[in-house]
C-alpha cells in the first residue's frame, strides 16, 4: 500500500485516501473523472428495492436499474414514476441460466450460443416490448451475469438496443456501430465469499477502492478507454447494512470531490 505523510512521518495511506490522491491527479490535469451507478436484478417493489431506492433518493445521484422484464411485477412499474433521476435497462430476458448443468465449471449465462440465435433474439425482442411500457426505459442491454455470445451483439441495433453494459474495461477495438458500450467495474458483492468466507457478502471497502484507484488510474494513464465511466455495480437483493453504507459514503466523498462528476443513464447512453 501506498505511503502518505503525516506529522512529518511515513504512516501507511488508507484506501479512501489513496482513492483521493488519484481524484487529485484528474483535477491537476484538469479532467472530469466520470462515475454512473448500476443496480441489478429489479424485477418487484420489495422492501429491498425501495430501501435502494431511498438511499438513492437521499443521495441524490442518478441510478440505472437493470429490470428482468419477465420476472417484472405491474407494482414495480407503479413504483417507478417518470424521473430523470433512475432510469430502466433491459436485463436480458428472465434471468434463466442456460450453461450446460453437466459442466460443473460452467459459467452461468442466459444470453448463450447454445440455443438458435433467434430464440434469444425473439426473447430480447419480447422482453423489451415490455419495458418500453416503463417510465424512465432506455434501451440499453445488460446481460444477465454479464455475459452475452459475441455472435448476438451484431444483433442489438437491429432489436433497437443503443446500449450494452457488462463488467470489466470496454474493448477498444471493432466498436459496434450504434451500440454504444460502458460497462461496470466495482462489484461490491463478494459472490463466492472468497473474501468474506460469505457467499454474497459484501466484498469489503479496501478491496473495492482498490478497483476504484485502479480503474481510475488506468483511466488516466490510458492503459484503458479513458472516455468510459467507471461504473459501480450493486445488487439491492443481497445488500445488507455494511454494503449500503459503503453506498452511500462513496457516492458522497466522491460527489465533494471537485474532479467527479455522477452520469445519469441517458448521458452514459446517449442518443446516436
Known amino acids: 500500500m501506498a505511503l502518505a505523510m503525516t506529522n512529518g512521518a511515513h504512516e501507511p495511506e488508507t484506501a479512501w485516501e489513496a482513492l483521493t490522491r488519484e481524484l487529485d491527479l484528474w483535477m491537476e490535469d484538469g479532467r472530469t473523472a466520470t ?8 424485477a418487484d417493489h420489495t422492501q429491498a428495492l425501495e430501501h435502494l431506492l431511498e438511499l438513492q433518493a437521499t443521495l441524490d445521484v442518478p441510478l440505472a436499474l437493470a429490470v428482468i422484464p419477465a420476472k417484472a411485477t405491474p407494482a414495480l412499474q407503479t413504483r417507478l414514476q417518470p424521473s ?3 432510469a430502466v435497462l433491459q436485463h436480458g430476458y428472465a434471468h434463466t441460466n442456460f450453461a450446460d448443468p453437466a459442466d460443473t465449471k460452467a459459467r452461468k449465462i442466459e444470453l448463450d450460443d447454445s440455443r438458435p440465435a433467434a430464440y434469444v433474439i425473439g426473447d430480447l425482442a419480447t422482453g423489451m416490448q415490455a419495458l418500453e411500457r ?3 426505459f432506455l434501451p440499453v442491454l445488460v446481460p444477465p451475469w454479464n455475459r452475452i455470445a459475441s455472435h448476438l451483439i451484431p444483433f442489438l441495433p437491429e432489436l433497437g438496443f443503443r446500449g450494452l453494459s457488462t463488467l ?11 451500440v454504444r458500450a460502458n460497462n461496470v467495474h466495482l462489484d461490491i458483492i463478494d459472490w463466492r465469499g472468497k473474501h468474506t468466507g460469505t457467499p454474497a457478502g459484501f466484498l469489503g471497502a479496501e478491496t473495492i477502492l482498490a478497483g476504484a484507484c485502479a480503474h481510475l488510474e488506468a483511466r488516466r494513464t490510458g ?4 472516455e468510459e465511466a ?21 457516492v458522497e466523498r466522491t460527489q465533494q470531490h471537485p474532479a467527479v462528476h ?11
Open 134 to 136: 416503463y417510465p424512465g
Open 223 to 226: 492503459t484503458v478507454d479513458a
Open 168 to 178: 470489466g474495461p470496454r474493448p477498444r477495438l471493432s466498436p459496434i456501430s450504434g
Open 84 to 86: 430523470a433521476q433512475v
Open 35 to 42: 462515475f454512473w451507478w448500476r443496480d441489478d436484478d429489479a
Open 230 to 250: 467507471t461504473g459501480l455495480m450493486t445488487h439491492h437483493a443481497v445488500m445488507e447494512t455494511e454494503s449500503k453504507e459503503f453506498v452511500r459514503e462513496f
Open 262 to 272: 455522477w452520469l445519469s443513464a441517458a448521458e452514459v447512453f446517449p442518443v446516436a
